[in-house]
């Protein structure tokens, strides 16, 4: 079983940055594909970004790609997003999820953070 906690959302203006973060429990984390994912207000839960179990391949969304880059640090148990260029269509809140393989299906992530809200002004 894994717990994840995501942290470092909130407001900032269109074009800033913020680094999300998202921290896990159990000794297995390494061993998992991580995802983010975000959802807007009346919207469904879309795919943002994963990153498999070593860091070595990651996978993004169209819409993200060249502004958000996702890493983890495996000794930390934790698994960051850092969004940079945000716009304002950007807001929503940003889910961590732990999954079995890269995949843009959120079907395929068993575990879930609370989530975290990011708003960004225009």
């Known amino acids: 079983q894994v717990q994840l906690v995501e942290s470092g959302g909130g407001l900032v203006q269109a074009g800033g940055s913020l680094r999300l973060s998202c921290a896990a429990s159990?000794?297995?984390?390494?061993?998992?594909?991580m995802g983010w994912f975000s959802q807007a207000p009346g919207k469904e839960r879309e795919f943002v970004g994963a990153i498999t179990w070593s860091g070595g391949t990651t996978s993004y969304a169209d819409s993200v790609k060249g502004r958000f880059t996702i890493s983890r640090d495996n000794a930390k148990n934790t698994v960051y997003l850092q969004m940079n260029s945000l716009k304002p269509e950007d807001t929503a809140v940003y889910y961590c999820?732990?999954?079995?393989?890269?995949?843009?299906?959120?079907?395929?992530?068993?575990?879930w953070g609370q989530g975290t809200q990011v708003t960004v002004s225009s």
């Open positions: 159990g000794r297995t984390f390494s061993s998992y594909t």
């Open positions: 999820a732990a999954g079995s393989r890269l995949s843009m299906w959120k079907g395929d992530y068993y575990h």
